[in-house]
């Protein structure tokens, strides 16, 4: 079974950036995309965005549209999440999933995710 391992989160403050790094323990190649997703406390988790491991393609929540960047290293099995122009509202454990094969239910729904990281935390202070 693959094993995701995010890193990269931390405390920064508003208007700041992190990347966050997602480094897989082997290539699925069964599964087309990986997700980011994000939960903060007391809020069910939410689509932050994906990428296709093939095309590189992405697609992104609107609340980060222009803000967050996904990119991908095929040969070193990892896929990043730039994030720039932090709010505090963006406070919350990221996580890293792969997309399940076949899966037609919408690339934003976390049910159509497996082999979840544990998360990092990222804390926006204003």
């Known amino acids: 079974q693959v094993q995701l391992v995010e890193s990269g989160g931390g405390l920064v403050q508003a208007g700041g950036s992190l990347r966050l790094s997602c480094v897989a323990s082997?290539?699925?190649?069964?599964?087309?995309?990986m997700g980011w997703f994000r939960q903060a406390p007391g809020k069910e988790r939410e689509f932050v965005g994906r990428?296709?491991?093939?095309?590189?393609?992405?697609y992104y929540a609107d609340f980060v549209k222009g803000r967050f960047t996904i990119s991908r290293d095929n040969a070193k099995n990892t896929v990043y999440l730039q994030m720039n122009s932090l709010k505090p509202e963006d406070t919350a454990v990221y996580s890293c999933?792969?997309?399940?094969?076949?899966?037609?239910?919408?690339?934003?729904?976390?049910?159509?995710?497996?082999?979840w990281g544990q998360g990092t935390q990222v804390t926006v202070s204003s």
């Open positions: 999933a792969t997309e399940r094969p076949g899966y037609s239910g919408g690339y934003y729904r976390p049910r159509g995710y497996s082999n």
């Open positions: 082997e290539r699925t190649f069964s599964s087309n995309a």
């Open positions: 990428i296709s491991w093939s095309t590189g393609r992405t």
